[in-house]
């Protein structure tokens, strides 16, 4: 496997860099380090440990207040998760309420459709009585005309 000589290149070239890089990082180090050694206040023991207590409660006071603005966001988001939920609460007992009046109107309608099919059931039997009646009067009548026809023919 041939390595491209454009890519040994460019490899070279970021090591080059890298150490230059490295090299003034060094440099920059040190004239920090004499810098910081020149205007160094050297202090007692007690008002470094003052001073370390100081800068310690500080950093706590920080991370708590950092802590606080957490909290209170979180209490933000609390609140509207709260605030939907009661809105889809209240829509979710509307749409109840509709379904229980809507289920009610079937009822009633399923109770007056079953009035009226009563009625014509009774209507149905009442005429059905009535032609069974008449039915049975023509027959009556048919036997009365064919009792009184063989009279005839027989006198």
Known sequence: ???????????????????????????????????????????????????SISSEQARTIKLLEQRVETLERELDAAISAAARARNEKRQAEAAQ??????????????????????????????KQEEISKRDHDIKLLEAIIQTLGGRESSS
């Open 1 to 51: 496997m041939e390595v491209d000589t454009t890519e040994k290149g460019k490899g070279s070239e970021r090591w080059s860099s890298a150490i230059t890089n490295l090299s003034e990082m060094a440099a920059n180090l040190d004239s920090l380090q004499k810098l910081l050694v020149k205007k160094a206040v050297y202090v007692d023991d007690e008002t470094f440990a003052k001073a």
């Open 97 to 126: 309420k509709a379904a229980e009046l809507r289920s009610l109107e079937v009822t009633k309608e399923l109770e007056n459709t079953t009035k009226v099919f009563e009625l014509h059931m009774e209507e149905l039997r009442a």
